[in-house]
């Protein structure tokens, strides 16, 4: 398989033209929720895992359906995602949560009144721990700990909390990935081939937005099926 890696993101800009359409119309914005990399630039860093039985609703409780695969097939790639995000926690029972290897750092320290919450529920034999999140505990990997003064959300103003920029800058630097910002994804065509076979993407790509009205220009570009051209030919295996 071709080891070529391509990022695909609707637009960079998104955010921007959001609040300059509503400041426009006289809507006070405090933050909009787009760009590269989306919710998870200023996300909560919250990371739990789903628990085993959450994999086998249906044949367990007769809702939903059950998985294609099981917990313990996922867990080293959950344990992969937490080392590669930085993730502090705590180990909690081993029945209710299983895990093959330690967090990567140790948990956050519980606020004041968590920590008195814990007493009580712990005293009524209640198992309570400490929830992980993708934040240093600890410095780790070039970021500093986290200082507890709870201003993760929208942005963490020392880089304790991971978010995807964290990944893919080093990544686009090193020139492991290619980046298409301001793209839709519109087709996709598999190419049946003698020894191989082509993954062909058509993409919404290459205008800019009109800085008069950058909302009448994206518009035109939806309608506008001239626009949608081949990026990219990837090899599949």
Known sequence: ???????????????????????????????????????????????????????????????????????????????????????SGEQGPREMDPRAKPFPMPPLPLTYNLDILKKWVNGADVAMWSQPSAKTSQPYQGRGACCRNDTCFPIC????????????????????????????VRKLVV?????????????????QFSQSDPWAARAKRGVDRNEFTPLAELELA
């Open 191 to 207: 190419d049946d081939l003698a020894n191989r076979k082509a993954l062909f993407g058509r993409f919404a790509y290459s205008q």
């Open 1 to 87: 398989m071709s080891d070529r890696i391509l990022l695909i993101e609707d637009d960079t800009r998104l955010a921007e033209m959001v609040r300059d359409y509503l400041g426009r119309a006289g809507f006070r914005v405090e933050r909009a929720e787009t760009g590269v990399g989306g919710l998870a630039m200023h996300w909560g860093g919250v990371t739990p895992r789903f628990a085993p039985e959450d994999f086998k609703t249906k044949s367990l409780c007769g809702v939903g359906n059950d998985w294609p695969i099981s917990y313990e097939e996922l867990e080293p790639h959950y344990y992969e995602a937490e080392v590669r995000m930085g993730v």
């Open 157 to 184: 103003p020392v880089g304790a909390k991971y978010s995807p920029d964290q990944t893919w800058n080093p990544l686009r630097a090193q020139k492991k990935i290619t980046l298409h910002t301001r793209t839709v």
